[in-house]
């Protein structure tokens, strides 16, 4: 019985010594800037992120929405700082809008603008399908999947 509890035991800390070494070679292989292309809302947009090994990001989102809300096009651009982990196989984001400039020559006002700032700290949790030193596919929580390359 001792033995069988020995191996459980060893058994354990070897599992989670291979994951948290395998989760440490996907941060070193996230470091850096990338360009990712994903669907938000049925449109197809870009955003530049840039994670650092103190476990801090930043990102840049530039979008563009044809008519919506019966007021015409309108474009949209939202810069986001915060912190990033990859946990068990997902990579966890946890940011918040730190500058969002809407386009208001396509009808829309300053107020607008404030229910594109979001509430607070916003966060993200997606399943790492593919890391190399030059891909990255994320599936969203929606199912969906962003494609991101070295920017």
């Given amino acids: 019985m001792k033995i069988t509890a020995h191996f459980i035991t060893a058994l354990i800390i070897t599992t989670s010594t291979m994951i948290s070494a395998q989760e440490s070679d996907s941060d070193q292989l ?3 800037d990338w360009q990712c292309r994903y669907d938000i809302m049925g449109f197809k947009d870009t955003a530049h992120l840039s994670y650092r090994s103190d476990h801090t990001m930043t990102g840049s989102f530039d979008f563009v929405y044809p008519g919506m809300h019966g007021k015409g096009a309108f474009g949209l651009s939202l810069d986001v700082e915060g912190n ?3 946990l068990n ?3 966890v984001e946890d940011y918040k809008p730190n500058k969002t400039r809407l386009n208001i020559a396509y009808g829309f006002t300053p107020e607008d603008n404030n229910r594109f700032q979001g509430d607070g700290l916003m966060k993200n949790k997606a399943e790492i399908l593919a890391l190399t030193k030059n891909e990255l596919v994320l599936k969203e929580q929606d199912g969906n999947r962003t494609s991101c390359n070295r920017g």
């Fill in 30 to 32: 996230l470091l850096g």
């Fill in 89 to 91: 196989g997902f990579l």
């Fill in 84 to 86: 990033w982990k990859i």
